[in-house]
């Protein structure tokens, strides 16, 4: 996995010298053929000569979702969560004819459907967090993504307050929801998903970590992303190799301008920042 815009502050990165603030664009390149979440700046950190063939997108704010980004990006496919499918398909084709570049399929994903890309498999979970975007009078929902290959399951999580309970038994890590009791539950299909850890886990932390931050309805923080990484872990619903982290990106105010190094110094153990352009293998 790359990180090609994280939230945590990258140095070198030309947009964060105009504005140190800012908020970076959170997107990352697993195996160098899959992306999730693109914009322009993102382009700075694709490695030379990659060529990705398929982009999953969380949900249609522009600080994830660009499509002039998408098109120029050469991708094939471009996923997105089935309540705004049609209203991608349309900003996709207008921005191709645009560019007269060709326009990449867009595929409409329901939450709970696993599809496999590049050798990897993809389901779509619900986020909470909310873009007011209306399609055909339907509200757009916002994904989190469990992707899996061989033995890894990742779950990528931006942007979201806290799981919900929806998603945590589509991808199994529920701890309600045991060996014993699964049989109860299992009539929902696709729905709730046998009970299976996690081994890797990349969460936001964009709340500001203080009782009147309002964006706590639809973000997380830092103690927020540590609760639920100590809670998953106690009932072994993550279960990391031994010495990897919990990765945190799209990072508060407060540690946007600092560098990597320095926020790491100041988080709970077993967490670290997701530095712009840092490269890891997950298990």
Partial sequence: MRFLGSGAAGWNSEWLKKSPHMRRQSSVLLDGRVLID??????????????????FQTHSHGDHYNPTAAVKSGVKRIYVQETWASAAREDIERTAQKLSLPAPEVVALPFGKPVDEC???????????????VTDGVLERA???????????????????????????????????????????????????????????????????????????????????????????????????SGQCAYITHLGLKYRAWPSEQIDAELPEGMRSAGDGLEVVLG
């Avoid at 693109?38 to 982009?55: A, I, K, N, Q, Y």
């Fill in 38 to 55: 693109f914009t322009e700046c993102s382009f700075e950190m694709l490695p030379e000569g990659s060529r990705p063939e398929v982009l």
């Fill in 119 to 133: 050798g990897m498999r993809f389901t779509g979970v619900p986020a909470n967090h909310s873009t007011s975007r």
């Fill in 143 to 241: 994904s989190l993504y469990l992707v899996e290959k061989g033995p890894a399951r990742l779950l990528y999580a931006v942007d979201t307050g806290g799981l919900m309970g929806d998603a945590a038994r589509m991808i199994g890590i529920d701890p309600h929801i045991h060996r014993d009791n699964y049989g109860k539950y299992s009539k929902s299909g696709s729905y709730v998903a046998e009970p299976k850890a996690i081994t890797a886990l990349v969460m936001e932390a964009t709340d500001g970590d203080s009782d009147d931050d309002f964006r706590q309805f639809v973000h997380s923080s830092v103690q927020n992303v540590h609760r639920i990484v100590q809670m998953l872990k106690k009932h072994k619903r993550y279960s990391p190799p």
